[in-house]
């Protein structure tokens, strides 16, 4: 990690809440959109409740990877817990515990634009989630960074009630884009059956025409050779 922004220790249940609402907000000082936001967010809150259950705590640390652009946000969840176990099972889809962590583990790594995991028995896990700022972001250094710490630092986190309104709120909204989408999906795909309609009449006519031009041909042979 290039530039630290800020770092949330994982003691407390609440503070898996906190941990979700940090990447937010830094990824809305970061100039993501949104959808960007949400994703990161989700993500975070999925790999921190992770640390929180399995390892009994842990932090997450904020920060911008690179010195030049194009930079990433990145964000490091680690424990000193006991490991994963059969982790290579869950990367591949094949194992999920009964609690859901390995959907909390793939659905992260679908989230975001890089996922790296490293965990070992006895060593604790480390996960690096990271997305690339927004295109047209500016590049962050030192002096840009403090700033935004200090931004931070003025913004009160929300209460558990208060985050939980605002998962709904996202789900809401990710709902109603989806059934936008799937509209405009409806939409495109009764263009194309009747674009294909015309196609096939089109080619119907051809077919017809050039049948109509072969027996005319043929009446004419047949005529010119009495």
Not at 51 to 57: L, N, P, S, V
Not at 63 to 92: C, K, N, Y
Not at 156 to 162: A, L, Q
């Amino acid at each position: 990690m290039s530039l630290r922004v800020l770092t949330v220790a994982l003691k407390f249940e609440d503070d898996i809440v906190l941990a979700r609402q940090r990447a937010r907000q830094i990824a809305r000082l970061l100039g993501f959109e949104s959808q960007d936001q949400t994703r990161i967010a989700t993500s975070v809150s999925e790999i921190a409740r992770n640390a929180f259950r399995y390892a009994g705590g842990g932090k997450v640390e904020y920060g911008v990877e690179g010195r030049t652009a194009p930079q990433l946000f990145e964000i490091v969840v680690s424990d000193q817990g006991p490991g994963i176990a059969r982790l290579s099972e869950i990367l591949e889809g094949r194992y999920r515990s009964y609690t859901g962590m390995g959907l909390g583990i793939i659905g992260a790594r679908r989230l975001m634009d890089q996922f790296e995991i490293a965990s070992a028995p006895g060593q604790g896990t480390q996960i690096m989630l990271r997305k690339l700022l927004p295109p047209g972001s500016p590049v962050l250094d030192p002096a840009r960074v403090a700033v935004l710490g200090d931004e931070l630092a003025r913004e009160v986190p929300r209460g558990p009630m208060e985050e939980i309104q605002r998962q709904n709120q996202e789900l809401i909204t990710a709902l109603e884009e989806l059934r936008r989408r799937q509209d405009e999906l409806e939409h495109l795909n009764r263009e194309l059956e009747d674009t294909n309609r015309g196609v096939v009449a089109l080619y119907a006519e051809l077919d017809e025409k050039a049948d109509h031009l072969r027996r005319a041909d043929e009446l004419k042979s047949r005529f010119s050779r009495t």
